[in-house]
T-cell receptor
Framework: DGGITQSPKYLFRKEGQNVTLSCEQN?????MYWYRQDPGQGLRLIYY???????QKGDIAEGYSVSREKKESFPLTVTSAQKNPTAFYLC??????????FGNGTRLTVT | AQSVTQLGSHVSVSEGALVLLRCNYS??????LFWYVQYPNQGLQLLLK??????LVKGINGFEAEFKKSETSFHLTKPSAHMSDAAEYFC????????????FGAGTQVVVTP
């Protein structure tokens, strides 16, 4: 079955460490997105990529970095510069004209 | 930039009663509008979308939403709530030239009581 795989489901890190969240899709979608979810705030866009080797900042890109070396993969690195990294992170993909398809998320806890 | 307001962070409904979740957007140009549902510790699943066709949109699981330009609203309804409808619901909007860049509302948690 086609879909988006986010791994791991739960991730724990110490403050000051960088951490990379994985997102892989086999839907052959061109565009991929990273959203952050906090309780009571809905989802906010971190980064998005519409084509391989190109990506743009979303609304809350500070403290995050991404790469898009392959169509299927869009990893997100949460750097030590992110002030409040503890959150639920959702990856999504789409083709133009079709709604976003979401993965099941990674819950990151930084202590 | 687009914004979305969902009225009510928590809604409690009785099983079999009407479900009504409110969503208002801010735009002078009709955007694309979406309703998503999220179950605990899972991703979002699309319920329905409005992209400029019929103003009354039917989705999955018996949900529907009506686009009202004059009220800048896109409220979600279901005539008869089921226990399985307990979840969090998000309204989202995107500009017509920014497909995929969604602005989400804060979400409404639905509790269904027997």
């Amino acid at each position: 079955d086609g879909g988006i795989t986010q791994s791991p489901k739960y991730l724990f890190r110490k403050e000051g460490q960088n951490v990379t969240l994985s997102c892989e899709q086999n839907l052959n979608h061109d565009a991929m997105y990273w959203y952050r979810q906090d309780p009571g705030q809905g989802l906010r866009l971190i980064y998005y990529s519409q084509i391989v080797n190109d990506f743009q900042k979303g609304d809350i890109a500070e403290g995050y970095s991404v790469s898009r070396e392959k169509k299927e993969s869009f990893p997100l690195t949460v750097t030590s510069a992110q002030k409040n990294p503890t959150a639920f992170y959702l990856c999504a993909s789409s083709v133009r004209g079709s709604p976003l398809h979401f993965g099941n998320g990674t819950r990151l806890t930084v202590t | 930039a687009q914004s979305v307001t969902q009225l009510g962070s928590h809604v409690s409904v009785s099983e079999g009663a009407l479900v009504l979740l409110r969503c208002n957007y801010s735009s002078s140009v009709p955007p694309y509008l979406f309703w998503y549902v999220q179950y605990p510790n899972q991703g979002l699943q699309l319920l329905l979308k409005y992209t400029s066709a019929a103003t009354l949109v039917k989705g999955i699981n018996g949900f529907e939403a009506e686009f009202k330009k004059s009220e800048t609203s896109f409220h979600l309804t279901k005539p008869s709530a089921h226990m399985s409808d307990a979840a969090e619901y998000f309204c989202a909007v995107s500009d017509r030239d920014s497909w995929g860049k969604l602005q989400f509302g804060a979400g409404t948690q639905v509790v269904v009581t027997p």
